[in-house]
């Protein structure tokens, strides 16, 4: 039986290239995405063509619950199973801090925070019914100590993100396997317009003097979905190149 794979922001960056990983690997690929509709249309797509695998497309805010118990169900229906989830999805608002409004961080919690939960909550009730599953959880480094006072709110999401990862984990066994992964600086578009000078800082402050690709993040996460990782529970891998 093909395994099922379901992937929170997955039109573009590390959720696409976690969706081509998996998909590489024979799984059947569920693509959600909120607002880049023709990115994913895309990914799907590629996906189809490239791999020859079934996909699905759903639009969801995982931070709405009824449309996150829409999402499960509409895979359900088309799939009758969901082996792996991967708590992709977050959104970043960097400013002053002194500056970030209430709304400005409640909106990050709830995507990044409150989503990941929901996610977890209704994919996980299914994966218990199956008494199978593996849930991979994407945090950052941001979250254990490479923090940043202009995204104090994105840093408490992903901190909070670990600790789901370690409930979820003791509530969930034994049948359903949930871990982390802590990227460091990764090569998404988005990073790669930020301010050149910034960048090469950071760099320099990496062992391996570069940022990671998105593709080495998707290859830690098909290691955790994989049955190679059979006995790794709620544990936190750290990706980032050995920081200085």
């Given amino acids: 039986m093909e395994k099922v794979v379901l992937i929170t922001g997955a039109s573009r960056g590390i959720g696409a290239a976690i969706a ?15 607002n880049s509709k023709e990115k994913a249309i895309c990914l799907q797509q590629d996906l189809e063509k490239n791999f020859g695998v079934q996909t699905m497309l759903i639009k969801a805010d995982i931070s709405k619950e009824e449309e996150v118990k829409n999402m499960v169900t509409q895979i359900l229906k088309k799939f009758e199973h969901i082996d792996c989830l ?19 961080f409640q909106n990050v919690l709830n995507t990044n925070l409150l989503g990941t939960f929901l996610v977890s909550k ?3 009730k299914v994966m218990l019914k199956q008494k199978n599953g593996k849930i991979i959880n994407i945090s950052s480094t941001n979250a254990i100590d ?44 988005s990073v790669l317009e930020m301010n050149p000078n910034y ?41 980032d190149g050995g920081v200085k």
């Fill in 122 to 124: 209704y994919v996980g």
């Fill in 20 to 34: 081509k990983k998996m998909a590489s690997l024979n799984y059947r690929v569920v693509i959600n995405y909120l």
């Fill in 199 to 239: 960048l090469e800082e950071e760099k320099n402050k990496c062992l391996l003097n570069r940022f990671a690709h998105p593709e080495e993040i998707a290859n830690v996460v098909a290691f955790l979905a994989s049955d190679e990782a059979s006995y790794i529970n709620g544990s936190i891998l750290r990706v």
């Fill in 86 to 104: 991967v708590n992709n999805a977050a959104i970043c608002q960097d400013n002053y801090f002194l500056d970030k409004t209430v709304s400005e």
């Fill in 146 to 189: 490479t923090f940043e006072t202009y995204s104090m709110d994105y840093d408490a999401s992903k901190a909070g993100i670990i600790s789901l990862t370690k409930n979820f984990a003791k509530a969930l066994a034994p049948y359903v396997l949930v871990n982390a992964i802590a990227p460091g600086w990764v090569s998404t578009d």
